[in-house]
């Protein structure tokens, strides 16, 4: 199956800070998705990118479908304590979504 | 609205006892209809996935099933459970055509 790489493992920041974490592939892929976890819970679709080179924003949230169609990138501006969690990119393959590894992301107050 | 359910929301079993976790989805129809399992809060490995009743895809052999006796139910069974069952089994629903599923709040399963 499609094998996303997705990095940073894990980041450590300071509430302010601006996040960035991306996630690339070998294969061309239509769409690219990021979804947060929270602890003990299910995912939840942040935004979804369907175009190359697209730029779309949800608050301080901002993602980017790579221009070669194999990578994306997600950004978080002036982090918050509730940014905690971990961050996955996924793809979609006929009916099936496949997730990256995921970023766990903390926040220091 | 659409919703989804998961339960039960945290399972202690015994190795070789069976398992049964349920996931029902409302307010829609026809939808697709996955079992995720998540180890060590990291990567979400996809189990099984329906696209309609009776029709069950299993991505990874192991010693789960699937079945879907329902058009908006999906539940996940053992007959006998082994150590490395333990787990976050998440549920997931998505409308056929279009992207981003969504997600029950998960089972948090330990076998002991």
């Given at each position: 199956g499609q094998q996303l790489n997705q990095s940073p493992q894990s980041m450590f920041i300071q509430e302010g800070e601006d996040v960035s974490m991306n996630c690339t592939s070998s294969s061309i892929f239509n769409t690219w998705l990021w979804y947060k976890q929270e602890?003990?819970?299910g995912p939840v679709l942040l935004i979804a990118l369907y175009k190359?080179?697209?730029?779309?924003?949800?608050?301080?949230?901002?993602?980017?479908?790579g221009i070669t169609r194999k990578d994306s990138f997600l950004n978080i501006s002036a982090s918050i304590p509730s940014d905690v969690g971990i961050y996955f990119c996924a793809i979609t393959s006929?009916?099936?979504?496949?997730?990256?590894?995921?970023?766990?992301?903390?926040?220091?107050? | 609205s659409q919703t989804i359910h998961q339960w039960p929301a945290t399972l202690v079993?015994?190795?070789?006892s069976p398992l049964s976790?349920?996931?029902?989805?409302e307010?829609?129809?026809?939808?697709?209809?996955?079992?995720?399992?998540?180890?060590?809060?990291?990567?979400?490995?996809?189990?099984?996935?329906?696209?309609?009743?009776?029709?069950?895809?299993?991505?990874?052999?192991?010693?789960?099933?699937?079945?879907?006796?329902?058009?908006?139910?999906?539940?996940?069974?053992s007959k006998k459970l082994l150590l490395?069952?333990?787990?976050?089994?998440?549920?997931?629903?998505?409308?056929?055509?279009?992207?981003?599923?969504?997600?029950?709040?998960?089972?948090?399963?330990?076998?002991?």
């Open positions: 602890p003990g819970e190359a080179g697209e730029l779309t924003s949800n608050g301080r949230l901002t993602a980017q479908f006929g009916s099936r979504l496949t997730f990256g590894e995921g970023t766990q992301l903390t926040v220091n107050p | 079993q015994p190795v070789g976790l349920e996931c029902t989805v307010g829609t129809s026809n939808p697709n209809l996955y079992w995720y399992r998540q180890a060590a809060g990291r990567g979400l490995q996809l189990l099984f996935y329906s696209v309609g009743i009776g029709q069950i895809s299993s991505e990874v052999p192991q010693n789960l099933s699937a079945s879907r006796p329902q058009d908006r139910q999906f539940i996940l069974s490395s069952d333990s787990g976050f089994y998440l549920c997931a629903w998505g409308r056929r055509g279009s992207y981003g599923y969504t997600f029950g709040s998960g089972t948090r399963l330990t076998v002991v």
